[in-house]
């Protein structure tokens, strides 16, 4: 039993939710406090080294989910139980976290070699992922900042493969899909706060995509959203150490880790 149930189908939770979850989260860490001493960079050096307005980070962030809409619609449409089979049967507990991380690895492993592609290939990452690249200091709103192309491509196709692949329900797919978005928003979100959970358990986290955004670190860390085993297999894993800063906050400086 969930929530939505009598009121909204599956499918459209599973559309709708990871939209609603993005908003929502990254919106959380845009009305923080500036709190300066958990950031791992300046307030000055995001005023002075992002190349794009907030105004239009949000409206790129807008288009991307425009189009995710449009492919999880008819993701759903396609896979979804014809209306006079009744109700789906959940898969046990333990099915379900097979098929969560098994999701994840597809997830993974999908994004890896794209996002290294869209680095090695000169004209994808000069027109295309350079986008992204725009936000040398990342922050939670612009998690999703992103070519239109490359939105569909890395995310959009991302998530899709990895529900169709995992075999999961879509009522799953809604925690499965709510759950990368957080996870995505918070490895963007510029701060290292005490307690965060993500921070605990996954080693790829905002420190290590921080080390991918800046000059020195572009061509490694590649891996999102949850773990860092291909960058560890392919030679792409940039180590790193967390310090703190004189004037305050910490920096996550190339090299030991």
């Not at 000055?44 to 409206?59: A, D, G, H, M, R």
């Not at 986008?131 to 939670?140: C, I, K, S, T």
């Amino acid at each position: 039993m969930v929530f939505w149930e009598g009121w909204i189908s599956d499918e459209l939770m599973g559309t709708f939710s990871p939209i609603v979850v993005y908003w929502l989260y990254a919106g959380m860490y845009q009305l923080l406090p500036p709190l300066d001493q958990y950031r791992l960079h300046t307030r000055k050096e995001e005023e002075q080294k992002n190349l794009v307005p907030l105004s239009s980070v949000i409206k790129g962030v807008l288009l991307q989910q425009l189009v995710q809409v449009a492919v999880a619609g008819l993701m759903f449409l396609v896979t979804a139980k014809p209306s006079g089979e009744g109700s789906i049967i959940q898969p046990s507990l333990p099915v379900q976290l097979i098929q969560i991380m098994v999701a994840m690895l597809i997830m993974d492993t999908w994004q890896y070699f794209i996002h290294r592609y869209m680095h090695q290939n000169k004209f994808l990452y000069r027109h295309i992922h350079s986008q992204h690249h725009r936000l040398v200091v990342p922050y939670a709103i612009g998690a999703l900042y992103n070519h239109p192309l490359e939105g569909l491509l890395l995310d959009t196709f991302g998530g899709a493969i990895s529900f169709l692949i995992s075999g999961m329900t879509a009522r799953m797919a809604v925690f499965f899909f709510c759950f990368a978005v957080i996870k995505t928003v918070d490895d963007h979100c510029g701060l290292w706060l005490p307690g965060n959970i993500f921070h605990i358990i996954f080693q790829n986290n905002t420190a290590y995509h921080d080390i991918h955004h800046q000059l020195q670190g572009t061509k490694y860390n590649y891996s999102q959203p949850f773990f860092s085993i291909w960058d560890r297999l392919l030679g792409t894993y940039m180590p790193f150490s967390l310090v703190n800063r004189k004037e305050g906050g910490f920096e996550a400086r190339i090299g030991k880790d």
